[in-house]
């Protein structure tokens, strides 16, 4: 158990709907990652967020949006959903100190299908 | 920030040393090195990481040579369990406390043990 926790695991939703993906780093870490993971596209970036800031912008879609809430949780809003939105939504989180190596802590992912 | 080759897939047996190398030819002084292992529908797993040199932990070694263009990820007396991908990443060290960091994994190693 990584201390991650997403919610929900799995969800199913109809092309042109919005669906919001929740995460809640481990206690203490400050950093919060967003990734998709397709069969096609690998483990893709989205953002990066610290103690509700954004710090950090992958290729993220105009559609999606993301924030950190003052008890450090975060969302990831996905709307206008698509078929090829359909995939394995990861958060990741870290402490974030200056001048050391990030360690990522992933949860265990939402899967999102789009029908 | 530096992009990283690695094999598309190794096979193995167990009880074999395997050693997956990763290849980050434009590498940064202020880049370091981290593998992680992702088992199907599970979040990628810290495994180890390192800057220079060798670093081992109990679980793996990380080999880095002087001019830090490669590095190799040794999984001694691999087993059955150890199926997995295996990602290579390089990041960068912030300057900011939970600076933006575009961590982006490359395409990883599938990694298939066999009996």
């Known amino acids: 158990d990584s201390g991650v926790t997403q919610t929900p695991k799995h969800l199913i939703t109809a092309t042109g709907q919005r669906v919001t993906l929740r995460c809640s780093p481990r206690?203490?870490?400050?950093?919060v990652y967003w990734y998709q993971q397709s069969l096609d596209q690998g483990l893709q970036f989205l953002i990066q967020?610290?103690?509700?800031?954004?710090?950090a912008k992958g290729n993220i879609l105009e559609r999606f949006s993301a924030q950190q809430f003052p008890d450090l949780h975060s969302e990831l809003n996905l709307s206008s959903l698509e078929l090829g939105d359909s995939a394995l939504y990861f958060c990741a989180s870290s402490v974030g100190i200056p001048q050391t190596p990030e360690k990522l802590f992933f949860g265990s992912g939402t899967q999102l299908s789009v029908l | 920030l530096a992009k990283t080759t690695q094999p598309i897939s190794m096979d193995s047996y167990e009880g074999q040393e395997v050693n997956i190398t990763c290849s980050h030819n434009?590498?940064?002084?202020?880049?370091?090195i981290t593998w992680y292992q992702q088992f199907p529908s599970q979040g990628p797993r810290f495994i180890i990481q390192?800057?220079?040199t060798k670093v081992t932990n109990e679980v793996a070694s990380l080999f880095i040579p002087a001019d830090r263009k490669s590095s190799t990820l040794s999984l001694p007396r691999v087993s059955l369990s150890d199926t997995a991908v295996y990602y290579c990443?390089?990041?960068?060290?912030?300057?900011?406390?939970?600076?933006?960091?575009?961590?982006?994994f490359g395409t990883g190693t599938q990694l298939k043990v066999e009996l």
């Open positions: 434009n590498i940064a002084t202020n880049d370091y």
């Open positions: 967020y610290y103690n509700g800031e954004e710090r």
């Open positions: 206690s203490g870490d400050l950093s």
């Open positions: 990443l390089v990041g960068e060290f912030s300057i900011l406390t939970g600076g933006g960091n575009k961590l982006t």
């Open positions: 390192g800057y220079k």
